[in-house]
């Protein structure tokens, strides 16, 4: 029978690819299981086997614990200090006593028993090999053999015992795909289950597609050329944005490749989506001219404040601009990072004259002057009073229509205006009283809700858009009761989603 042991180590690790080391403790697991049947099923069995000649043994163990340990549940597996050094001097607690046990024939053990330890063993084996396998390769692409579609997605055999899944949502949209057909998707996650596949695959995020131009360009791989981002609207359209780290090499045209040949390649791969190739550029604007290809943009004005911009085009050149469903435009904000507004090159006229009409208001209302200084200040980029009170004053003397007088009275009115704005917005706070919302709110005191009105927060709403940090600064009280005051009045807006 020992040899026995050995032939149906040999076997089972040469037909599955396994480690000998994972069939052994298989086997011992099993021979454990029918031993420990054998004598009533309630002990603590180990089981060894030798790797060598394949003799095995059995022992009874139990784990020692201190007398007055409160989780001595079974005297089958556990012993109190006191009994175990009566045979064991030196024992010490949290040690184990083995005493050996006969074990049951290899040729008795029940088949099916064996059999599941095995198989289970063997299966655990399998999927930590290949996770050890595919772990470097996540962010990175793979290929395998469509083995089975259903509504959730698609099963693919990547070889070596490995299966991956492509959800529904990541499948290209309307994208056909048969069994046995290659694919080629990029892996995002390894996550190991109990059963079922492990590689979670995409084919729609905008890493895939940075991967294929890797893969296609041999000068991205040499990092001549880098690809800074890409934005994707699966199966219609793509842009990508690259720059050159060599000025003699047009980044734009080592990707399109000879005749188009690259990037239609990318393109079959993706079910024949349209890919535009921008150049990147550290200037904001100046990316976003260039992602908003095909459409020529007439200006720009740029809110940083905001992180915005208004794109004029010609009317003509609007619904190009824009793209079909918006999203040329889509496409250009996510690949820039930026909220990009289009339009006509007169709306972009009207809305600047607007916002000028505005900011010239409020300096003839703030500085107490005329339509004309007015004007000027706007003409000349100011929009707030504190440009005006704060800025550079050579920067004002450099303005043609303003002498040293001039610049000095209105840096005056300025700092004036803003110190009244900050005063009354002080009154108005101390006036403020606390909502009734607020105060008959849960957890909440007179004087807790006075000190938060004091500061502007006036209502359930208002605190339920704060910071846990702002609220103890600005009444006193701990973390913890702030986050429970917050999370009482954020209450309604969970019911609202329910």
Known sequence: MNKEILLVVDAVSNEKGVDKSVIFEALESALAMATRKRHGGKMDVRVKIDRNSGDYEAFRRWTVLDDDDPEFESPEHQILLSYARQTHPDIEVGDVIEEPVEAVDFGRIAAQTAKQVIVQKVREAERAKVVEEYQSRVGGLVMGIVKRTDRNGVYIDLGGNAEAFVPREHMIPRESVRNNDRLRGYLREIRPEARGPQLFISRTVPEFLIELFKLEVPEVGQNIIEIMGAARDPGMRAKIAVRSNDPRLDPVGACVGMRGSRVQSVSNELAGERIDIIVWNENP?????????????????????????????AEDKLSLAIGRGGQNVRLASQLTGWDLNVMTEAQAAEKSDAEAQVVQQQFMDSLDVDEEVAAILVQE??????????????????????????????????????????????????????????????????????????????????????????????????????????????????????
């Open 285 to 313: 604007a100046q990316f976003v001219i260039n992602a908003m290809s095909p459409a020529e943009v007439l200006s720009i004005v740029v809110d940083e404040d905001k992180q915005s911009m208004d794109i004029a085009v």
């Open 381 to 498: 980029g100011f929009t707030t009073l504190d440009e005006v009170a704060y800025v550079d004053e050579q920067e004002l003397l450099g303005i043609e229509e303003f002498d040293a007088d001039i610049v000095a009275e209105l840096r005056s009115r300025a700092s004036d205006a803003l110190l009244t704005r900050a005063i009354a917005a002080e009154e108005q706070l101390e006036g403020a009283q606390p909502a009734d919302d607020l105060m008959n709110m849960e957890g909440m005191t007179p004087a807790l809700a006075n000190k938060l009105a004091a500061h502007g927060i006036c209502s359930m709403e208002d605190l339920a858009e704060q910071a846990v940090d702002d609220v103890v600064e600005v009444t006193g009280i701990d973390a913890e009761q702030a986050a429970e005051l917050i999370m009482t009045a954020r209450a309604p807006w969970f019911a609202a989603d329910a």
